[in-house]
């Protein structure tokens, strides 16, 4: 059974940091993109950051780049997303998610719509 598990959510201070992990089983992890996605309440959903089957390529939101880092570890089925200087704007629900499309082995997209499975998500809240 295919299942990707989110975790290291929590509660953090402005300027703090957080690392989140998912956790894929179940599938060929390594032929497969993985995305990370937030969802804030009352708005819509929005692609974080996403990393390529072979790990080489990576994406971001202008809104977290140069404060979030996306890695893959094939050999351990695992995904992180490297969280720092963290903003109350970044507060929402995380959602990892895994994509089969496949263009290249360094291809990765940001568009939710193309992802075929999907975490249960972690709450991340930054507030004071």
């Known amino acids: 059974q295919l299942q990707l598990v989110e975790s290291g959510g929590g509660l953090v201070q402005p300027g703090g940091s957080l690392r989140l992990s998912c956790a894929a089983s179940?599938?060929?992890?390594?032929?497969?993109?993985i995305g990370w996605f937030r969802q804030a309440p009352g708005k819509e959903r929005e692609g974080v950051s996403c990393?390529?089957?072979?790990?080489?390529?990576?994406n971001y939101a202008d809104s977290v780049k140069g404060r979030f880092t996306i890695s893959r570890d094939n050999a351990k089925n695992m995904v992180y997303l490297q969280m720092n200087s963290l903003k109350p704007e970044d507060t929402a629900i995380y959602y990892c998610?895994?994509?089969?499309?496949?263009?290249?082995?360094?291809?990765?997209?940001?568009?939710?719509?193309?992802?075929?499975?999907w975490g249960q998500g972690t709450q991340v809240t930054v507030s004071s």
């Open positions: 179940g599938f060929t992890f390594d032929y497969y993109a």
């Open positions: 990393v390529s089957r072979s790990g080489l390529s990576t």
């Open positions: 998610a895994a994509d089969a499309t496949y263009y290249s082995e360094n291809y990765s997209t940001l568009n939710g719509y193309e992802y075929d499975y």
